[in-house]
């Protein structure tokens, strides 16, 4: 069985093209090879490329035990572990997915609302006016201490503030680019306590060890009934299987690290790229502050918040003009045909967020940010899958819209902002993602008044 074409160059070239210019090399192959083809790199092997929207329903649509998802994500496991939701396959699957359900459940996400906005009001209050300044660290300052909040509760103290500082580090561990080299497979190398990979390693362990101290307090509050939070971890710790069983405490800890680490930084670097587009486009500000201000501007009601439709239209057309995660994957068990190929079991499927969201065969004037395309319009399971899609679409889904939702009305009517530059930010690839090379340069030119939009 032959796979879809694809370059015809060795798999360093490939890696090297991908790292340096990731966004234009897939769309360079998508131009001279179609809807379906075949690339090779030293971080993810060879792939199937998908891009046609009838394509990319096929793989989704395709029985999870054959097309499967968890083993496509095996490169992350020394990161969340092998119990992590993103890992797993068929009945474990299944099984960890409803327990992990309730605290991302529509009533107890609208609760999380005031921490967002407050954790955001305290860290604009801190911004410099005037100068230069990226938004990446802002952003990734407020969806941690979001995420930490709405996991473990809204208390402060040394035990957290260490858990914050070991997240940052595995995170710096994943966005400095010689130490990513070590994320590569095959360069996970130890040798004494030397290497990129040892350092990763040990970021990860001192971050292990905080979180099962976490686990066990408060699960020894848990059972003597001495609690009454209603954060993240208390709904884990009490969530019961059909046999009434709960999770162990290493299925809590990969659970916990996938919702801290994934759930944080993919939502500061969508928060980015929001800044990005919409500073670039006047009409799209103006008409989100003049939305925001017939909601009631920074004194909003939360639940109006969620319920604006401009803002949820530029917020969906900036997750399809710029997708963090750019593609997904399923590794086959057995061979399933994809359009006119049969592509044979062991092979990777990856159904491409980037190329399906900017194919202008799919969306009309797809090169233009145009929040307008989503008014009214609820998006296409198969066209539209900036959080995956089928029985794998990301668990937090509502958690990141609503916390966008959230983040930016605060900022948007606490600020005055303008980009440090005219042009768009390039696209550069960190880890598993797509984030502006800079960061998103922004200036905040002044300070809005508390009650008025001006």
């Known amino acids: 069985m032959a796979l879809p074409p694809g370059p015809p160059i060795p798999a360093i070239a490939q890696t090297i093209a991908f790292i340096l ?21 030293l971080m993810f092997g060879r792939e199937v490329e998908i891009v046609n929207p009838d394509l990319v329903k096929q793989v989704f649509t395709t029985d999870p035990d054959i097309a499967r998802a968890g083993e496509a994500n095996e490169i992350l496991a020394p990161l969340v572990g092998h119990y992590s939701v993103l890992l797993l396959d068929g009945r474990e699957h299944v099984r960890q997915r409803k327990l992990m359900m309730p605290p991302f459940h529509g009533e107890h996400v609208l609760g999380y609302g005031q921490i967002m906005r407050d954790i955001t009001e305290k860290t604009v209050a801190n911004w410099p006016a005037g100068v230069p300044f990226s938004m990446h660290p802002s952003a990734q300052h407020i969806t941690l201490e979001v995420i930490l909040r709405t996991v473990f509760g809204a208390e402060e103290g040394a035990q957290l503030n260490d858990l914050r500082d070991a997240l940052t580090a595995i995170l710096d561990q994943l966005s400095n680019p010689i130490k990513a080299i070590g994320q590569i497979p095959k360069f996970r190398k130890t040798f004494f306590g030397l290497t990129p990979w040892d350092d990763f390693l040990k970021a990860v362990a001192h971050a292990d060890k905080l979180i099962y101290r976490q686990i066990a307090r408060r699960r020894a509050e848990s059972e003597t009934g001495s609690t009454q939070r209603k954060d993240v971890l208390t709904m884990l710790l009490a969530a019961r299987d059909e046999e009434d069983k709960g999770m162990t405490d290493q299925e809590l800890r990969d659970e916990l690290v996938t919702l801290l680490v994934a759930g944080h930084e993919t939502t500061a670097t969508m928060l980015c790229w929001a800044f990005d587009l919409i500073l670039s486009h006047p009409d799209v500000y103006t008409k989100l502050l003049e939305e925001l201000q017939s909601a009631g ?39 399933v045909q994809i359009g006119e190929y049969e592509i044979p079991a062991g092979e990777m499927l990856v159904p491409v967020i980037w190329l399906t969201q900017h194919a202008s065969d799919v969306y009309p004037d797809a090169a233009t940010f145009k929040p ?16 995956g899609g089928g029985s794998r679409r990301c668990l937090g889904m509502a958690f990141a819209l609503y916390e966008m939702k959230v983040i930016l009305s605060a900022i ?40 008025v939009i001006a």
């Open 21 to 41: 210019r990731p966004a234009q090399f897939i769309e360079w192959c998508r131009k001279k090879y179609g809807d379906i083809f075949t690339i090779d790199t």
């Open 412 to 451: 948007l009517t606490h600020a005055n902002l303008k980009k440090a530059k005219p042009e768009l930010s390039r696209v550069q690839l960190r880890g598993f993602t797509f984030v502006p090379h800079d960061g998103a340069q922004v200036v905040m030119t002044s300070r809005r008044p508390a009650s």
């Open 372 to 387: 307008e395309r989503f008014i009214d319009a609820k998006p296409d399971l198969y066209s539209w899958y900036p959080f």
């Open 297 to 335: 501007g920074a004194h909003a009601d939360l639940t109006a918040i969620n319920r604006l439709p401009y803002l949820d239209a530029t917020i969906k057309e900036v997750l399809r003009f710029r997708p963090v995660i750019p593609a997904v994957g399923r590794r086959l068990k057995q061979p």
